[in-house]
């Protein structure tokens, strides 16, 4: 049987080490033999680039800042809304994948089953500026070295303004519009929350080392910035537990221990052969007491972020 990781053609995943932000792994999907670039030059895959660095569609995993903003705000987790499965901005219907009627749902159902609709409704209560900073406090739109000469891209955060027009701010209730954000990036939301609010940028350098490997050089440690409270980050993982245990994270429920995870399947706009191209993602952290890892699966294209990516997610957690 082949392993789950193995069906992952076009793609990426990042490990990271919750309490430091360490980069304990970061693969790009296709692979390329370092023995013979020049085959590989002209791919249509383009194995060259690095995936886990470059910006995509992230949808529903941001509603995880969503929610981090309203709870910061005030709002109680409680707030209870009716999905219908669409609902009117301006004059346009945004609707929940694939048309599904969620019913009525608090935040963590929400969470758990990735509605749409309801996140729209939500950040409609929250101040533009509020959400947009949180945000930003999280790194999205923001390029940083993580080693000398390696940087992860900036992607696309929307301009705060944009926000005032109802339908971008829609989209970006639900992490789909403008957005972009590299599997990095999308890997240092989630450690935040399993960190208990504290952001950590992602490091991979520790320094140089002479032929004894002694440290001649050591590279600048960085210190954490709390950008929610405690409390706040202790109810986004038990909401991410509810995805994982009866939402849309099932397919990625660990053998061994707990987890708690955010799928998304992101809509690209593309189409190949008249079917659209979907971004599929499942980032999560694990254990779930006491979180060590952080797991972030990225696919070019797949069926949804749970089926494609969340079996990759089981497979390297257990």
């Known amino acids: 049987e082949k392993s789950a990781t193995s069906h992952l053609k076009k793609g990426a995943v990042v490990i990271l080490e919750v309490q430091t932000g360490k980069i304990l792994a970061m693969v ?34 941001f509603k995880l800042v969503s929610a981090a903003s309203a709870l910061e705000y005030g ?4 707030t209870s809304y009716n999905c219908t499965g669409s609902i009117d901005v301006d004059g ?3 609707h929940c994948f694939e048309g599904e009627k969620h019913g009525a749902e608090n935040m ?7 509605c749409n609709t309801y996140f729209v409704k939500l950040m409609q209560g929250v101040p533009q500026a509020n959400f947009y900073n949180m945000a930003k406090s999280l790194g999205f739109g923001s390029s940083y070295e993580i080693a000398p000469g390696i940087e992860n891209s900036a992607g696309t955060l929307p301009a705060l303004n944009s926000l005032k027009i109802p339908r971008a701010l829609a989209n970006f209730s639900f992490g789909q ?6 599997p990095l990036q999308a890997a240092a939301l989630v450690n935040t929350i399993a960190n208990g609010g504290v952001y950590l940028q992602p490091y991979l350098y520790e320094g140089i080392v002479d032929e004894n490997l002694h440290f001649t050089e050591k590279a600048q440690t960085k210190t954490g910035v709390r950008v929610m409270s405690e409390k706040t980050a202790s109810l986004l993982k038990s909401f991410m537990k509810a995805s994982i ?8 429920k660990p053998k061994y221990g707990t987890a708690g995870a955010k799928t998304a399947t992101a809509q690209t706009g593309k189409y190949i052969d008249g079917k659209e191209l979907n971004e599929c993602w ?19 294209g797949g069926e949804g972020g749970g089926q494609t990516c969340g079996p990759v997610f089981q497979e390297i957690a257990d």
């Open 177 to 182: 519009g403008e957005l972009t954000v590299t």
């Open 282 to 300: 499942f980032v999560g952290f694990y254990p779930y007491e006491n979180p060590k890892f952080v797991i972030a699966v990225f696919s070019e």
């Open 245 to 252: 245990d009866s939402g849309t994270s099932r397919k990625g």
């Open 108 to 114: 963590q159902q929400a969470i758990a089953n990735s």
């Open 75 to 78: 709002v109680s987790p409680d």
């Open 28 to 61: 790009s999907r296709p692979t390329f033999s370092q023995t013979d670039v020049a085959s590989v030059l002209n791919k249509e895959d383009s194995p060259l680039l690095n995936r886990t660095l470059s910006a995509y569609s992230l949808g529903s995993v």
């Open 92 to 94: 346009q219907a945004f």
